[in-house]
């Protein structure tokens, strides 16, 4: 079974049709999921691009595998896997698979995607780039002008600064764009290994729609900001919220940019989402046209989310909210039906699906699970929560998550801890957490992320253990010998 493996960066689900959005045009990535899984509540394990794709090459969660920051804003952790790591590209190198990645590599500082046995243009970083030797061969051979932007936009920091760049009007024609780019490559791979008959894993990483949102005029206006209803949570005021969320406010300079500017941004965004959508048609497309289509199983997914102005914040960060964590999850397998399912499915099940559908072993991959049985219409047992974690960016951050159908427990250990009825407050507006009609849910839910973080060795529960309502403690919290089982005063 081929694998054609499509990503997007900082992505958010309502920006899909298939995911109920009525304004923008995504028809390929709606074809996609309309002949396979739409999976409803598919999550990143972290919302942070290295730590994310880091858990998709090994299937592991980020406490395990241990890469968890970006290296631009490392602040001391690792910054490449582990020389013993687990990766599925050499399983299915095992197996003779032909190996390509296209696109954005965010795994690393010195190892890059060729180190793990990926053929292809090494675009290392987090934004496209577009100073890159295979990028500008490219403009080049096809006679296109080179990259330029005018019209920045822009907020002011709390010092008085600039602020970071959130878009900017791209002059080029869309032929000549990064994605434009990345899709023609990926298409002239696809060939290659069509050609060459062995199974093959082929992965395209779009870096949009990640901020800052450059684009050609045509997907800059395409969509009118009066069709924008801005996003709800739009209203937070940070009251009993953890201050770091008003604090990342600031940064992102939110509140220096007339709402009108939100609005546009949100519209220039959709620009983006199109623009992908439309290279994304390309591949599958060339697919088709291979004669390959029955022979491969697709998967679309996306590292993280973006906030695009909910809760007054841009980007991603130490906020644990649904706009970052929800993440789009299409997997479409030869032979088995459409559907939408509901089960919690995380990115880093990816990587057991991966390696179950090349005939390896999924047990390496060790916090993943094969998602085949869901998209051939089995009814497994499967998890009725999931776990997340983030450990910062731009400063150390430790947060885990909890979340059920209806309920979302964080953990903040140096801040106000979160809890959030998902049902009664679906834009999580209202912290709970000290509510006293909600501490029998509080309690239930502290106590199973903490038994979860045990079960799986995150030694994020020692914390928890001395600091919060988990019960009688069953171990010597201090690890140590001081005081032997039978000790007597």
Request: aromatic residues 12%.
């Amino acid at each position: 079974m081929n694998v054609l493996f499509l990503m997007t960066d900082q992505h958010r689900v309502d920006t899909l049709g298939c995911y109920g959005n009525p304004h923008v045009a995504t028809p390929h990535l709606d074809r996609l999921a309309a002949t396979g899984t739409r999976f409803e509540n598919c999550y990143t394990p972290t919302a942070i691009c290295t730590p994310a794709r880091a858990s998709l090459l090994t299937g592991q969660a980020p406490f395990r595998h241990r890469l968890l920051a970006n290296y631009e804003r490392n602040v001391g952790y690792l910054e490449d896997l582990r020389d013993d790591a687990f990766t599925f590209p050499s399983a299915l190198a095992a197996r003779d698979y032909q190996l390509g990645l296209v696109g954005k590599w965010h795994g690393g500082t010195h190892r890059n995607a060729a180190s793990y046995g990926f053929e292809g243009p090494d675009l290392p970083g987090w934004h496209n780039p577009v100073d890159h030797p295979d990028y500008l061969a490219y403009l080049a051979e096809h006679d296109l002008p080179p990259y330029r932007i005018s019209e920045p936009v822009r907020g002011t920091t709390p010092n008085g600064n600039p602020g970071n760049l959130l878009a900017a009007r791209l002059h080029q024609p869309v032929e000549a764009t990064f994605e434009y780019y990345l899709a023609t490559r990926a298409i002239e791979q696809l060939e290659r290994y069509a050609a060459d008959g062995r199974p093959f894993f082929l992965a395209t990483h779009f870096f949009g729609p990640h901020l800052p949102y450059l684009l050609p005029d045509a997907y800059y206006d395409r969509y009118d900001p009066d069709l924008v209803e801005l996003p709800p949570s739009i209203a937070e005021t940070f009251e009993g919220k953890p201050p770091v969320q008003r604090n990342y406010s600031a940064h992102w300079t939110f509140d220096t940019l007339p709402l009108e500017v939100t609005r546009k941004l949100i519209a220039v965004y959709w620009g983006y989402v199109t623009l992908i959508d439309e290279q994304i048609g390309r591949i599958l497309t060339r697919l088709d046209e291979l004669g390959l289509a029955d022979d491969t199983s697709v998967f679309f997914t996306a590292d993280h989310g973006e906030f695009t102005g909910a809760h007054r914040l841009h980007d991603k960060g130490p906020a644990m909210y649904e706009d970052i964590y929800r993440i789009p999850g299409i997997v479409r397998i030869p032979g088995a039906a459409p559907q939408t399912r509901r089960e919690f499915v995380t990115l880093t099940d990816c990587t057991a699906t991966i390696l179950d559908l090349a005939g390896c072993d999924t047990a390496p991959a060790v916090d993943s699970r094969s998602l085949v049985p869901l998209v051939r219409g089995e009814h497994p047992d499967w998890r009725t929560e999931l776990l997340a974690e983030f450990h910062g960016h731009h400063f150390p951050y430790p947060q885990r998550m909890l979340r059920d159908e209806r309920y979302k427990l964080i953990v903040n250990p140096e801040s106000v801890n979160e809890l959030y009825d998902l049902v009664a407050d679906p834009h999580e507006l209202s912290n709970r957490f000290t509510h006293p009609e909600f501490a029998p849910v509080r309690r239930r839910l502290m106590r199973r992320l903490y038994d979860l973080l045990r079960e799986r060795g995150d030694n994020f529960y020692h914390w928890m253990t001395s600091m919060y309502d988990i019960g009688a403690s069953d171990y010597d919290p201090s690890l140590s010998a001081f005081e032997p089982e039978g000790t007597s005063s």
